[in-house]
């Protein structure tokens, strides 16, 4: 993060524009703790307790996987094993879909908590937030508890280590949403995570970019394309199509690899061209932050709210430095452009769709992008047309190609 702002800081020559960066720099070290003072500790560092780590005891004894002989059965008992459940979590909104999906076909299906070093989950919270948050009715147990199942799948890098040591004759499979390695610098963490690619479980992943990526670890794996609710994300019929003059910003400051300040800055570049346009931030209360410009703070929406915002914003800056989001397939069926930074990570997963607006991810770069879609004299015919782009992209041939996957790999007539 602080390397993104001190070659921002470093680039930008206007002095108007390296104030506006060192601000947001200060006031995100300030609040997320990045800088610490260490003469202000008065007791040793446990390093036990350190923070985003499985569980020690995990790492330290490792087992080594051997994959089971096929059995023959048609109906499974699948088990995702995740870390601790909150509200909102992209990664558990998808893994939820595919749970329901498998359990409604006929498998038996269920989910265990793994407590990580430092945040630890019972399994009856875990169980509410799957309810109320997922709109998933299934068992919840904790990683411990788990005897007779016949596939579990590690669904982050923390979660790898305690399936690895799972006592089970179950298939191993690890179910990958991103390259995780990079969520933390070059450290422990980052070769911790890397690791987990060499466990021999089989993996499937969300869209082709990380099959590649796994793939350079000698893992196996398949892929399922991205889908989009299209129930819920189109755009407003025709004849009433009338954007609004807004854009909006997938705003995850905790998040990394969602280029916060990148888009910040972007952003005050394109509010110093077009005053006239509200910016709305949505993805995370960032009440706490200080930005350099009037915005509207939406944090955290429900999907019904998200569509109707899609559907009156003109563009919205998402940007994914690791692997793609699910917004850009949802922001198209809702007549929204995504304007989002170029790459495989992002090209690879999506293919050729009409309407996503790629750049370089950099303020200058990203500004303009935006500048050129506002600037079209077809704004809400051009919403209409990039709508029909995502037509056919339900998630119901990627919820059977997961199925079929686990099938080949675990059944006798797979």
Not at 143 to 154: K, R, Y
Not at 358 to 375: D, Q, R
Request: charged share 20%.
């Amino acid at each position: 993060m602080m390397s993104v702002i001190k070659k921002v800081i470093d680039t930008y020559q206007n002095e108007g524009m390296r104030a506006v960066a060192r601000k947001i720099s200060d006031k995100i070290r300030g609040r997320s703790g990045v800088v610490n003072n260490v003469n202000s500790i008065n007791s040793k560092i446990d390093l036990s307790k350190s923070p985003q780590m499985p569980q020690i005891e995990d790492i330290v004894s490792q087992s080594v996987y051997k994959k089971p002989e096929k059995i023959a059965k048609t109906k499974l008992k699948i088990t995702f094993i995740t870390p601790p459940v909150g509200p909102g979590g992209g990664g558990h909104s998808t893994i939820a879909r595919f749970a329901n999906f498998l359990q409604n076909n006929g498998h038996q299906v269920s989910f265990a908590i793994y407590n990580t070093n430092t945040i630890s989950q019972t399994a009856k919270e875990a169980q509410d937030v799957f309810k109320k948050s997922y709109g998933l009715s299934t068992v919840v147990k904790l990683a411990s508890e788990l005897t007779n199942e016949d596939v579990v799948f590690a669904t982050s890098w923390e979660t790898a280590y305690g399936v690895l040591n799972l006592k089970t004759k179950a298939h191993k499979f690890y179910f990958v949403q991103d390259f995780e390695p990079m969520f933390f610098g070059v450290g422990s963490r980052y070769m911790l995570a890397e690791a987990t690619y060499k466990f021999g479980f089989y993996g499937i992943t969300a869209g082709k970019w990380l099959t590649k990526k796994v793939a350079q670890y000698g893992m196996l794996a398949d892929y399922f394309d991205f889908g989009v609710d299209l129930d819920i994300y189109k755009p407003k019929p025709s004849q009433v199509i009338k954007k609004q003059k807004k854009i909006i910003f997938y705003a995850r400051a905790h998040t990394e690899r969602r280029g916060f300040e990148l888009g910040v800055l972007a952003l005050q570049i394109f509010k110093e061209k077009y005053p006239e346009y509200e910016i709305a931030f949505f993805g995370q209360d960032t009440s706490g932050y200080e930005i350099p410009f009037e915005y509207t703070n939406l944090g955290i929406l429900t999907k019904n709210e998200l569509s109707k915002l899609y559907q009156e914003s003109v563009a919205c800056l998402v940007l994914s430095l690791t692997n793609v989001s699910l917004l850009p397939l949802e922001l198209l069926a809702s007549g929204c452009v995504p304007v989002m930074n170029g790459g495989e990570n992002n090209t690879l997963v999506l293919g050729d769709i009409n309407g996503i607006e790629y750049t370089t991810a950099y303020p200058t770069s990203l500004a303009e992008k935006l500048c050129s879609v506002v600037e079209r004299d077809d704004i809400d015919a051009h919403s209409a047309a990039i709508s029909e782009s995502v037509e056919g992209k339900s998630w119901q041939k990627s919820y059977e190609k997961v199925e079929k996957i686990i099938l080949q790999e675990v059944t006798l007539n797979g």
